[in-house]
């Protein structure tokens, strides 16, 4: 091989077009090629799957003219950890281990619509306790809130506010040791189960949670403060990512950004579920279509969970001792976990009560947790309001003991979508802010 | 698993059947009358197969039947979407008060185009594509299952159409809603389904050039026994299965 041949170029494949050979200094000579070629010269630029304003490792596959994006498209799949396939090899109550890493920011809606949908199959839905539908509402908008924390936190850091990320983090870390509190946990919960939810609230948890809203209602004016009439910030959020209802609908977008088109369209007040319809909430709008309104309803939406928590919380302080999971042994969960000197461990009581004290709840204890329970045959769809829209579990069931199919219609994965009708025409710059506007994880696209 | 059945009592000394009430009966499915079709065939109990049976309960086959078809009325808005798309439907099942209208894939264009335009009927989202894979239901394998929303009506249905295996084309709805490319794209990645008409079927989640789709029944979920305090458990599908 001769000294001009580049050991790492291969053999230049390519069949059409022209080829430039770079070595270093010569793009003079280059550029007057250019000059001389035809001017449909394509630039294709790979942003990501590994750029930090992607949202974790989401592929943008931009094809632009200068500083303007003429074609967007998106790569996805690098975070296909085959978790539907995974749960058809598990049993139902298992099933909820796996789907709550999805969406790995709202763990909690991945849970819900899951276990709805079991709950459904298994027409126990008029059966699930008060107390538990009460402590899933309660779980589900403190993740709503953590959710979009972690949406305006990231967006912020992505057009160079790093303060809103800082106090965005900030806040989401007390939602997130409410979680540890409450389900021992502060992600991949797996707490909200098919018949209920896994555990009674510990001691002290509605004191904490009181705490926790009157902070944070000391604490959402700041970002008020600090972005909604900020120039700066405005100028990168107006008119930016714009997306009209007609586009909404065409393309089956939900969540704020349907709601930023000014159509209140929430499953939480159309299609109410886990007691929805009993909460005194309003569906927060925006009319721009825009990046910015859907920060604004963002925001709005948080304030929002703040009420129906603080109801929750009123609500579970009168249900004190009150069962949280389905009272038919042979669906609920058997064991109770306790929290030893030791950390959380098994239940004393409850060893002794299945070794000691009754057969019957030995062998409910040993079937549900070695084989499980029979969910009869047939579908279910139950979706639920998540933070980034409708977020639905297909749960088909074939009579056994594990899912036959489990799909999720992720509100992310559908979103995204868009990503190219908001961005194409538009500055490079502003692809991110479009994308943050969506609000992808990129758990729940891939699963 | 015949051969493998546990030879039982002589006629002579077997016990008269005991006479069985309503409850002993598995439930059954739908209208009385109608017929149930089988999806697939449960075959044993409690994970015992082959010749360490000695429970007898290895040799049992129950038919996998999913709900059989409703029948007239169907009660509420469902009569109104049934009367809409009648010709078009194939069946109509209801289970859980959720609607599926079982629709033939050479009628499902013609029926999503009606379901999204007609004044009556407003489904103006499709939530998604799910396919499932019944590899016993002979003829009808691959299912491709659609959840429609309808803002207008604020009602849901379910639209379930199938494939053979062995002819596996669904017409695409992205020219109706185009919401559903990146769902018929996974939907073709994970089962093999094609959808004719998609402007660009390619793989969304799995690697371009992956053989194989991999959510189909016929694919194993792979995996290596790990060892663990000196024993080695086996990878999950080749666990023992309480099916």
């Not at chain 2, 959808?195 to 290596?224: C, E, N, S, V």
Request: charged residues 25%; proline residues 7%; glycine residues 10%.
């Amino acid at each position: 091989m001769g000294t001009d041949q580049d050991f790492y170029a291969g053999g230049a494949d390519t069949a059409e077009g022209k080829v430039f050979t770079v070595t270093g200094q010569d793009w003079d000579e280059i550029a007057a090629d250019m000059g001389d070629s035809d001017a449909a010269e394509r630039i294709v630029v790979n942003m990501g799957p590994q750029h930090p304003s992607t949202h974790g490792v989401l592929r943008l596959i931009l094809e632009i003219e200068g500083e303007t994006v003429t074609e967007a498209r998106c790569g996805i799949g690098y975070l296909h950890t085959g978790i539907e396939k995974n749960m058809e090899y598990r049993s139902w109550t298992q099933g909820v281990t796996f789907c709550t890493r999805m969406d790995y920011l709202s763990p909690f809606f991945n849970e819900a619509t899951y276990s709805l949908g079991v709950e459904r199959l298994l027409d126990i839905e008029d059966d699930i306790p008060e107390k538990a539908q009460i402590m899933r509402v309660l779980l589900m908008e403190l993740n709503r809130i953590s959710s979009h924390l972690v949406c305006i936190a990231t967006g912020g850091m992505e057009i160079g506010a790093l303060t809103v990320m800082t106090i965005g983090f900030r806040e989401r870390e007390l939602v997130l040791d409410l979680f540890e509190l409450i389900t021992g946990l502060r992600m991949n919960h797996a707490f909200i189960r098919p018949g209920g939810v896994a555990q009674d609230l510990p001691p002290g948890a509605l004191d904490e949670i009181r705490s926790f809203v009157a902070l944070m209602k000391k604490r959402l004016p700041e970002y008020a403060a600090l972005c909604n009439a900020n120039p700066i910030f405005k100028a990168r959020l107006e008119n930016v990512g714009h997306l009209d209802l007609e586009g909404c609908m065409a393309l089956g977008l939900t969540g704020p950004v349907l709601r930023s088109t000014g159509y209140g369209f929430d499953l939480r007040k159309a299609q109410p579920y886990c007691g929805y319809e009993t909460y005194d909430f309003d569906v927060q709008t925006w009319d721009t279509a825009d990046s910015y309104g859907r920060f604004r309803v963002r925001l709005n939406e948080m304030w929002e969970s703040l009420k129906i928590i603080e109801q929750a919380a009123d609500r579970l302080a009168k249900l004190e001792g009150a069962p949280v999971m389905v009272a038919d042994k042979k669906v609920a969960w058997p064991s109770q976990l306790s929290i030893g000197s030791d950390g959380m461990g098994n239940s004393l009581d409850h060893i002794r009560h299945i070794m000691g004290e009754s057969m019957e709840a030995l062998i409910h204890h040993f079937k549900l947790v070695t084989e499980g329970f029979r969910v009869p045959a047939g579908q279910a769809y139950v979706p639920v309001e998540s933070p980034r829209g409708e977020l639905g579990a297909h749960v088909v069931s074939d009579g056994g003991t594990r899912p036959f199919r489990a799909h999720f219609r992720d509100p992310s994965f559908n979103n995204l979508q868009a990503m190219g009708v908001m961005s194409e025409g538009g500055q490079i710059a502003d692809v991110i802010v479009a994308i943050a506007s969506i609000d992808p994880v990129m758990g729940g696209v891939d699963r | 698993m015949s051969d493998d059945k546990p030879a039982g009592p002589e006629k002579s000394v077997e016990q008269p059947a005991v006479e069985q009430s309503p409850e002993n009966v598995p439930e059954a499915f739908g209208e009385p009358g109608l017929e149930v079709r089988a999806v697939g065939e449960r075959q044993g109990m409690f994970g015992v197969q082959g010749s360490g049976d000695t429970s007898g309960y290895g040799g049992l086959v129950a038919p996998v039947v999913l709900p059989g078809a409703a029948q007239r009325p169907y009660g509420g808005w469902f009569d109104t979407v049934a009367d809409a798309l009648d010709p078009l439907i194939e069946q109509v099942v209801i289970h859980r008060g959720e609607i599926t209208f079982h629709i033939h894939r050479d009628n499902l264009l013609a029926a999503a185009r009606k379901l999204r335009d007609d004044p009556d009927l407003r489904f103006e989202l499709l939530s998604g594509v799910s396919g499932v894979h019944y590899p016993g239901d002979a003829g009808r394998e691959l299912h491709a299952v659609y959840h429609l929303m309808s803002f207008t009506w604020n009602r849901r249905v379910r639209v379930e159409t199938a494939a053979p295996d062995g002819d596996p084309h669904v017409p695409s709805l992205v020219p109706i809603y185009p919401a559903a490319d990146w769902h018929e794209r996974e939907t073709w990645d994970m089962f093999g389904i094609q959808f004719d008409g998609h402007p660009a079927l390619t793989r969304i989640l799995m690697p371009d050039d992956w053989p194989g789709h991999p959510q189909r029944k016929d694919y194993p979920l792979g995996g290596i026994p790990v060892e663990y305090k000196g024993a080695s458990v086996p990878p999950p599908d080749q666990r023992r299965s309480y099916n």
